[in-house]
């Protein structure tokens, strides 16, 4: 973009989110895993998105499911964007941003905010979830509730393995599943 039209666009962007008019900010962020989407609401860290679930679905998704109004936006996600790149290079443990889980609910919900409870460096198993929550027949619907997880990396469906302590499937791919597990083991 040259530079007037990239501070036309910060201006649409500080003018949409100073009137209230900016639903879904969205921005993307190079990482050792990918190009990440990051999505927030003014209620918080929405969307977590992989290159390979393709960002524009996920835009679309996000248009049909909260708003339409939706701007490339990266002011809001600056904090997210900075304690990320802060977890890639082994500063941060912890996310402290705000959240927003509209996206998930029911029992998805419930394995979604127990993620967090999986500490930095440590693994539980899909069993080990379904039991913690108050559901222990609920192995593949856990692995399901992962799969879905739309704030990955953030809320850590990556510390989940097989009861045999493989891997198992990840929404970004078996190479980035494995470059956060081996991150957070060094």
């Given at each position: 973009m040259d530079t007037a039209l990239t501070r036309l666009h910060a201006r649409l962007a500080a003018d949409a989110?100073?009137?209230?008019?900016?639903?879904?900010?969205?921005?993307t962020l190079d990482t050792p895993v990918g190009t990440l989407l990051l999505a927030a609401t003014p209620a918080g860290l929405v969307r977590v998105a992989f290159d390979v679930e393709d960002h524009a679905a996920?835009?679309?998704t996000l248009a049909l499911r909260l708003s339409p109004r939706i701007l490339h936006a990266r002011p809001r996600l600056d904090p997210i964007a900075r304690q990320l790149d802060e977890y890639f290079a082994?500063?941060?443990?912890?996310f402290d941003v705000p959240i927003d889980l509209r996206l998930t609910d029911g029992f998805r919900r419930s394995v979604v905010e127990h993620l967090r409870d999986i500490g930095y460096g440590h693994r539980a198993s899909y069993a080990a979830v379904a039991a913690?929550?108050?559901n222990p027949g609920a192995v593949r619907a856990v692995?399901?509730?992962?799969?879905?997880?739309p704030l990955p990396v953030v809320i850590p469906c990556h510390r989940v393995v097989r009861s045999d302590?493989?891997?198992?499937?990840y929404v970004g791919g078996p190479a980035a599943k494995a470059t956060l597990l081996?991150?957070?083991a060094a």
């Open positions: 989110e100073a009137e209230g008019l900016l639903d879904v900010a969205y921005r996920v835009l679309a082994k500063q941060r443990t912890v913690a929550v108050g692995g399901s509730a992962c799969a879905r997880n302590g493989s891997a198992g499937q081996d991150l957070e």
